[in-house]
């Protein structure tokens, strides 16, 4: 959804309430996604401040409880590719100093950003065969329709990396993989290509650095808008966090054993939710174990990735 179109507060069920160290600020809460919560300024026009939560989600729900420390990593990880990538992203470093009057704990989550108009595709680069892709692959021998060769495994590089677009449900809903044509209908044909090209060349840059660390980027996401000022299509939200991202430790990838996939997302998130529950009503608590277990993958992406 674009949060730009909000005027009003709102939030996925109406939970997330603005922090009043905020609102005592100036700051207008405007929305909450699953994850990040946005407010405005009235004297900021075309800002926004971006909050990272700890909060969790997997299989389209927000768990309890959130991830302690998550909401910071994040915010950490994104502004590091950002300043490695070097393509237009919407950070608005001019109001750095900003973020330095928020509370503490607010400043570490925070950043303050250009509002674009965000386009509703979310643009899904998979390098490796897995997942939802791997799930596809078993019965068609495709991923999102395109044609792959045959015996592949999970967790196999691809020939090539592809480009596997979402449409960006609204909220509630789930988001729905499309063709590059339908993307071709909802943004124009020269948008749709520009998307779909900067996808490729990002994947391919990061993928480089993360394996200069030892890691494997096995997929990602990217969500971008366009600058209402200058109308170049520019990278936002999140970046090759691991909220948005598959990585994978390349010594074990190597060594091909049963850990050979760990994966320093949400997946133990995933699988456990997957053992404890039928997608049936509100899913379970997380147990402590399977929180700080998440935490510290986390933590260690950031170092590993930063380092
Ligand atoms: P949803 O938007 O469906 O709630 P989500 O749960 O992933 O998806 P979050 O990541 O929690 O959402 O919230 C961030 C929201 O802010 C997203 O809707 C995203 O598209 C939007 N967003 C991110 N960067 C910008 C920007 N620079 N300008 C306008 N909107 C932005
Ligand atoms: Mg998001």
């Not at 395109?146 to 495994?153: E, M, V």
């Not at 949400?266 to 899913?283: E, S, T």
Request: proline share 6%.
């Amino acid at each position: 959804m674009t949060a730009g179109t909000d005027e009003t507060s709102s939030t996925p069920d109406g939970s997330v309430a603005g922090d009043p160290a905020l609102t005592a600020l100036g700051w207008r809460h405007v929305y909450s996604g699953k994850v990040r919560d946005l407010y405005r300024r009235d004297d900021l026009p075309g800002r926004m401040l971006v909050i990272a939560s700890d909060r969790v989600s997997a299989f389209d729900h927000v768990l309890e409880p959130a991830i302690p420390g998550k909401g910071a990593l994040l915010t950490q990880l994104s502004m590091w590719w950002f300043a490695q990538l070097g393509v237009p992203n919407h950070l608005a470093p001019e109001h750095d100093e900003l973020v330095t009057t928020l509370p503490s704990d607010a400043a570490a989550r925070a950043m303050i950003v250009r509002e674009l108009d965000m386009l509703p595709i979310e643009a899904v680069v998979r390098g490796y065969l897995t997942g939802s892709g791997w799930a596809e692959y078993r019965d068609s021998q495709t991923v999102c329709g395109i044609p792959l060769p045959a015996g592949l495994s999970d967790g196999d590089r691809l020939p090539e990396p592809i480009y596997t677009p979402a449409w960006k449900a609204p909220l509630g809903e789930h988001d729905e993989n499309i063709s590059f044509e339908r993307t071709i209908e909802l943004v124009g044909a020269e948008r749709a290509t520009e998307l779909r090209d900067q996808s490729l060349a990002i994947y391919r840059a990061a993928a480089a650095t993360a394996e200069a660390k030892g890691l494997i980027l096995a997929d990602t996401k990217f969500e971008f808008g366009i600058d209402p000022d200058t109308g170049v299509l520019t990278l936002a939200d999140e970046v090759l966090t691991s909220d948005s991202s598959r990585y994978w430790d390349g010594l074990a990838y190597a060594a091909g054993g049963a850990n050979r996939l760990d994966s320093f997302d949400k997946q133990i998130v995933r699988n456990w939710l997957a053992a404890n529950w039928d997608k049936q009503g509100a899913p379970p608590t997380l147990p402590e174990e399977i929180v700080e277990t998440t935490a510290a993958r986390y933590r260690e992406l950031l170092d590993r990735v930063t380092r």
